[in-house]
């Protein structure tokens, strides 16, 4: 192997990227590498095209070949299910877009995954996979609104039915199991509550019951949960918010192992959805900075939500590690750290809660998360304007509810511009 973070895609990585193999084990890898170190070297090539550090960018739609012998051979390995070794098309690869996949498989410790070009375009391709008109899905009823409006609104034209569950409740998933039950798909940490599955317990649904587990797992990052690890099928991720980093692009990602993402990749293929290299570049490149970046994100969003816990004008705040949180105990176990969202209402209606909002000065206003940016939503206003009272109710969305998503700037900083918006409005 010629990477020094011995992974088996960085060996696909590797030949891709036309590195030469290097049998020599003689540098000893460690067993398991951190997270910092995954995110800046995970699944990546050691030698690359012109000596360069950085992965180039490939801008090319097509790939050529030198003669007929070597299209023969190409098509030949093609259809034999061996690695082909080169790319052939840009709708089925790119050697930018693989570096990238091959960093976040290392990272979230699975076999394969597959960039897309926005978050929503892997739920909807995993969906599409893995249900067919007479199957059935279990899901939960905080789910991703996008994702509940594909599966109730576009998915149930197609003849595939769907059961929505309370949130973080394995015994309502497993009492919603159906004998035409595909799939479960649910998200850890939700939004905007962060309540969070035992991913143990679902992992042990599904193969008790022989069903493949999916999770959203936009909200902790590789860095904080495994869902994999766990025993899930598949992770997902909108590479838009953490992963990237820093609210300048979009993508999506699907990662698994034992071969589950190779037919997601063959349906990508046909429906289109392709990313393009000059972004993946700029996902490969925010993905360096993922450990820092989580750190100091975890970081600040505790210290928030203990600053606001005490605060007499705040109501109540939901963040995973203060043990207030009804999914503490299993948050504590799973979650490395509690992630940067923090959700909390403040004592007064909407129209106080939007004077609070446009007193503060560093966090800007817009929906989103994850980036070096703070942002703060109200969030009935940003997702869930068009919503009736009856829904907001079910929800347990009130007016006053405010999600806040740290960015990278200095927690006092941040606590201080609470507080003086606080004490203003
Ligand atoms: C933003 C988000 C999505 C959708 O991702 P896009 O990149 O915006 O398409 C899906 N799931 C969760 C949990 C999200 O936060």
Same mark, same amino acid.
């Given at each position: 192997?010629?990477?020094?973070?011995?992974?088996?895609?960085?060996?696909?990585?590797?030949?891709?990227?036309?590195?030469?193999?290097? @049998?020599? &084990?003689?540098?000893?890898?460690?067993?398991?590498?951190?997270?910092?170190? +995954? =995110?800046?070297? #995970?699944? $990546? %090539?050691?030698?690359?095209?012109?000596?360069?550090?950085?992965?180039?960018?490939?801008?090319?739609?097509?790939?050529?070949?030198?003669?007929?012998?070597?299209?023969?051979?190409?098509?030949?390995?093609?259809?034999?299910?061996?690695?082909?070794?080169?790319?052939?098309?840009?709708?089925?690869?790119?050697?930018?877009?693989?570096?990238?996949?091959?960093?976040?498989?290392?990272?979230?410790?699975?076999?394969?995954?597959?960039?897309?070009?926005?978050?929503?375009?892997?739920?909807?391709?995993?969906?599409?996979?893995?249900?067919?008109?007479?199957?059935?899905?279990?899901? @939960?009823? &905080?789910?991703?609104?996008?994702?509940?409006?594909?599966?109730?609104?576009? +998915? =149930?034209?197609? #003849?595939? $039915? %769907?059961?929505?569950?309370?949130?973080?409740?394995?015994?309502?998933?497993?009492?919603?199991?159906?004998?035409?039950?595909?799939?479960?798909?649910?998200?850890?940490?939700?939004?905007?509550?962060?309540?969070?599955?035992?991913?143990?317990?679902?992992?042990?649904?599904?193969?008790?019951?022989?069903?493949?587990?999916?999770?959203?797992?936009?909200?902790?990052?590789?860095?904080?949960?495994?869902?994999?690890?766990?025993?899930?099928?598949?992770?997902?991720?909108?590479?838009?918010?953490?992963?990237?980093?820093?609210?300048?692009?979009?993508?999506?990602?699907?990662?698994?192992?034992?071969?589950?993402?190779?037919?997601?990749?063959?349906?990508?293929?046909?429906?289109? =959805?392709?990313?393009?290299?000059?972004?993946?570049?700029?996902?490969?490149?925010?993905?360096?900075?993922?450990?820092?970046?989580?750190?100091?994100?975890?970081?600040?969003?505790?210290?928030?939500?203990?600053?606001?816990?005490?605060?007499?004008?705040?109501?109540?705040?939901?963040?995973?590690?203060?043990?207030?949180?009804?999914?503490?105990?299993?948050?504590?176990?799973?979650?490395?750290?509690?992630?940067?969202?923090?959700?909390?209402?403040?004592?007064?209606?909407?129209?106080?809660?939007?004077?609070?909002?446009?007193?503060?000065?560093?966090?800007?206003?817009?929906?989103?998360?994850?980036?070096?940016?703070?942002?703060?939503?109200?969030?009935?206003?940003?997702?869930?304007?068009?919503?009736?009272?009856?829904?907001?109710?079910?929800?347990?969305?009130?007016?006053?509810?405010?999600?806040?998503?740290?960015?990278?700037?200095?927690?006092?900083?941040?606590?201080?511009?609470?507080?003086?918006?606080?004490?203003?409005?």
């Amino acid at each position: 192997m010629s990477s020094s973070l011995v992974h088996e895609s960085a060996a696909v990585a590797d030949r891709r990227n036309g590195a030469q193999p290097d @049998t020599s &084990d003689a540098d000893c890898p460690p067993a398991q590498p951190g997270p910092s170190t +995954l =995110s800046v070297h #995970g699944g $990546e %090539a050691r030698d690359k095209a012109f000596h360069s550090v950085t992965t180039p960018i490939v801008q090319t739609s097509t790939y050529t070949f030198r003669d007929t012998a070597a299209l023969v051979e190409y098509m030949e390995e093609h259809m034999f299910w061996d690695e082909p070794q080169r790319d052939e098309y840009g709708r089925y690869g790119n050697p930018t877009v693989r570096a990238v996949e091959a960093r976040l498989a290392a990272l979230e410790n699975g076999d394969d995954a597959l960039l897309t070009p926005s978050g929503m375009s892997a739920i909807t391709g995993t969906l599409l996979v893995f249900l067919s008109a007479g199957s059935h899905l279990v899901c @939960t009823i &905080d789910c991703y609104r996008r994702t509940r409006d594909f599966i109730q609104t576009i +998915l =149930s034209r197609y #003849g595939v $039915e %769907a059961t929505v569950v309370p949130s973080a409740d394995l015994q309502a998933i497993e009492d919603a199991i159906q004998p035409n039950t595909r799939l479960i798909f649910s998200e850890s940490p939700t939004n905007p509550f962060m309540r969070c599955l035992d991913l143990e317990g679902l992992a042990d649904i599904g193969r008790r019951r022989g069903i493949r587990t999916a999770i959203d797992s936009t909200f902790a990052t590789p860095l904080n949960l495994r869902p994999l690890d766990y025993g899930i099928d598949l992770v997902i991720h909108s590479v838009t918010k953490y992963l990237a980093g820093h609210n300048d692009v979009m993508a999506g990602a699907v990662i698994g192992k034992n071969g589950l993402t190779a037919p997601l990749r063959q349906m990508h293929g046909i429906l289109g =959805s392709v990313i393009d290299p000059q972004t993946a570049y700029l996902v490969g490149r925010g993905l360096k900075t993922l450990g820092l970046r989580i750190e100091r994100q975890n970081a600040n969003g505790l210290a928030v939500a203990q600053y606001l816990e005490n605060h007499p004008r705040v109501r109540r705040v939901w963040y995973p590690g203060l043990s207030s949180h009804p999914d503490h105990a299993i948050a504590a176990a799973q979650l490395r750290g509690f992630g940067g969202v923090v959700s909390f209402e403040i004592e007064g209606d909407g129209e106080q809660t939007g004077r609070f909002i446009d007193a503060l000065r560093i966090p800007y206003i817009g929906p989103s998360l994850g980036g070096v940016e703070s942002l703060v939503e109200q969030v009935q206003l940003v997702s869930y304007y068009d919503a009736d009272p009856e829904k907001l109710d079910a929800l347990g969305v009130s007016p006053s509810l405010v999600r806040l998503a740290c960015g990278i700037e200095d927690a006092a900083d941040i606590i201080a511009d609470l507080e003086q918006a606080l004490t203003m409005s």
